[in-house]
Structure formats: structure tokens, C-alpha cells
């Protein structure tokens, strides 16, 4: 499975992003996620979805926050609207090859990573 991300940039408070994920491998069951790390902070989960298309986010992100999958064109999207400057960061996007409880939570479980974008929002 290869993930690359893309669509990051400045934008200002307010504003929003939408950030894809191209997948390449997709297995029969999943679970994918985007994860973000602020500059000195640890890494956090925003939202996760699975095969099922069962999709949960971090409490921050909620009602802010949309991911969603493109079946046909196959990239993972994060949708990010009314952007706060504590949303910035480093966005990644994972994966992993088995469905379970599919949690933003769940960061070590992911087996695959893209290699980041930078997500800037300024004041």
C-alpha cells in the first residue's frame, strides 16, 4: 500500500482545505485515517473511516471536519472547513489492512504512512 498526500498550504483562520490521499493497494477490508503533528507536539488523530464506511473524529474536528473516500477515483479526502490556527500541522494520511474498531485514536495500529503535507493557518 502506498498513500501520498497533497493539497496543503496556507490558509487563513476561517478559511478551508481539502486535503486527498492517493491509495494505491487497496486490501478487501480497511481502515484509513488522517493524523496530524504540530510543530513540538506528538501526533494526534483527527478521523478515521473503514470499509464499512463507518468514519469517527477527533472531538476538535467535529462538525468542522468531513472524510470521505472517493470509490471511483479512489483517494481518501479530508474536507477541513472554519480552519483554526491550532489546526495546523503536518497532516498524514494511514492505513491499515484489517477493519476492528477503527479509531483516530488508534495511531499505532496503522501499518502505512504517506509522507505528510504541511497544513499552515494563519491568524
Known amino acids: 500500500v502506498q498513500l501520498v498526500e497533497s493539497g496543503g498550504g496556507e490558509v487563513q483562520a476561517g478559511g478551508s482545505l481539502k486535503l486527498p490521499c492517493a491509495v494505491s493497494g487497496y486490501t478487501r477490508f480497511w481502515c484509513m485515517g488522517w493524523f496530524r503533528q504540530a510543530s513540538g507536539e506528538e501526533r494526534e488523530g483527527v478521523a478515521t473511516v473503514d470499509s464499512d464506511g463507518m468514519a469517527r473524529y477527533e472531538d476538535s474536528v467535529k462538525d468542522r471536519f468531513t472524510i470521505s473516500l472517493d470509490r471511483a477515483e479512489n483517494p481518501l479526502y479530508l474536507q477541513m472547513n472554519s480552519l483554526k490556527p491550532e489546526d495546523g500541522g503536518i497532516y498524514y494520511c494511514?492505513?491499515?489492512?484489517?477493519?476492528?474498531?477503527?479509531?483516530?485514536?488508534?495511531?499505532?495500529?496503522?501499518?502505512?504512512w504517506g509522507q505528510g503535507i504541511q497544513v499552515t493557518v494563519s491568524s
Open positions: 494511514a492505513h491499515r489492512p484489517w477493519r476492528g474498531y477503527c479509531s483516530p485514536d488508534q495511531d499505532q495500529e496503522f501499518s502505512y
